[in-house]
Structure formats: C-alpha cells, structure tokens
C-alpha cells in the first residue's frame, strides 16, 4: 500500500469540524510529532439554510460504517442510529461511537466538508424521538412507507410552508429497519404527526432508504437556497 508523507516544508490544511480551515507548512518532524506553522485561519458561519436529520435503524454488519461515510458527504447535519423493534443487529461495542465519528471525519477531509455532523448514540424509537424534538422543535417529520397510499418522497414540496412561502424549516426523515415498523411505532409516528412517503415501489435495503432521502432532501435543499440566494452572495 502507498503511503503519502510529506517532509518539511510541505504545506498542509487542517479543519477543526466547526468551520475553520487553516492553512499552515510543516516546520519540523520528529518521530510521531510533527510542528506546523500556521499561516491563515478562515472561519465559515454555519449555513442558515434547514438541517437534514436522518434516523435510521442500525444495518448488520460493516453496512452502517459506509452509510456514515455517504451521509457526512451528502451534508446530513444529524444521524440517529435507531433500535427499532425489528433492528436485527444492535451495536454493543462501546467504541462505536468513536469509529463513526472518525469514519465522518475521513470524509468530511475528502469531501472539503467543515462541519461536521452529529452522531448520536444509539436509541430506541422514542428516545430518538424525544431527543431530536428537545433539540429542534419545528422540525418536520417525515418517515419511510412501503404503502402505495403514500406519496412519493421526490414529488413532496419540503421547501414550502402552510402559506406557499419558502421555509428553511429543518426535517427529519425515519427509516425503518427492513422488517418493517411494527404496528406500535407507525402508530407512534402517526401520532406525532409524522408524514410517510416512500421511494419506489420495491422494498429497499435500510442504508439504501437513508441514502435516498438524504440525497433528494439535500438536493430540495440545494434548490431552495439558490432560490434565495441566486447570485450565492
């Protein structure tokens, strides 16, 4: 395998996860430490427009590491990793925590990402729930359906209010494990008012679901912003 190592001299970026980006040349190397000087810091202010929310059950295997990796890229502000009733596989490590946090840094570097996004510890439905509510009380919610009744998520307008208006309203989507939500946690949603919509007419794998809905919601987002600011002033 090849290993890129830069030697005195050579200038580097570092970000800290919260909008700075600071350019700097690397002064010394000794061993496992390296001296930078620090040559400019830029700092970004958090983008007024919605954050994206995804709650998604927890995939078996090595799945949920490469869903982490797809959401910080796709500019997802918050990942909930959900034990729904039907979770097949509920993460026990204690340090999983520290492996999707360092797995979205990786990708945040290789995406040009500044912020980093939220991850949350593992939670059942309701806590989950709770939490993002506590945390963001308008937001909207919205929740993966397989039903024909439900409308498709792509033809939903989420860059509008009640009135017609533009709205930067933040929105959290659910998505259930691929067993399905039982029959307690639809009526849960349900009663809190949550929407379901549904991607296509065959059942999709969970990271899958999560994947699509931060796609098209990012996308919705991308939108709306160039709605409100067309010249990117």
Request: charged share 15%; proline share 4%; net charge negative.
């Given at each position: 395998m090849a290993v890129l190592r830069l030697n005195a001299g050579a200038q580097v970026e570092l970000f800290d996860g919260a909008g700075a980006l600071a350019t700097?040349?690397?002064s010394g190397i000794r061993r496992n430490i390296i001296t930078l000087d620090i040559e400019q810091i830029r700092r970004t202010d958090p983008p007024k427009s919605r954050r994206i929310i995804i709650a998604v059950s927890v995939p078996k295997g090595d799945r949920f590491d490469?869903?982490?990796?797809?959401?910080?890229?796709?500019?997802?502000?918050?990942?909930?990793?959900v034990i729904f009733e039907r979770t097949v596989r509920q993460p026990t490590n204690p340090k999983a925590l520290d492996r999707?946090?360092?797995?979205?840094?990786?990708?945040a570097k290789q995406c040009k990402r500044l912020f980093l996004p939220q991850i949350d510890p593992p939670a059942n439905l309701h806590d989950?729930?709770?939490s993002i509510k506590k945390d963001t009380p308008n937001c909207r919610i919205i929740a993966g359906g397989i039903s024909g009744d439900?409308?498709?998520?792509?033809?939903?307008?989420?860059?509008?209010?009640?009135?017609?208006?533009l709205s930067r309203t933040d929105v959290a989507a659910f998505i259930g494990p691929e067993g399905?939500?039982?029959e307690s946690e639809e009526a849960f949603?349900?009663?809190?008012?949550a929407q379901f919509v549904r991607l296509s007419d065959t059942i999709l794998r969970t990271e899958t679901a999560a994947l699509s809905f931060a796609a098209i919601l990012s996308a919705q987002r991308g939108a709306i912003e160039n709605l409100t600011n067309p010249e990117g002033s």
């Open positions: 700097a040349v690397i490469w869903l982490i990796e797809k959401l910080t890229e796709l500019g997802v502000e918050r990942i909930c990793p999707w946090l360092n797995l979205a840094i990786s990708a989950c729930f709770e439900c409308p498709s998520l792509a033809a939903q307008s989420f860059g509008q209010n009640a009135c017609g208006e399905g939500l039982t949603l349900k009663s809190q008012n």
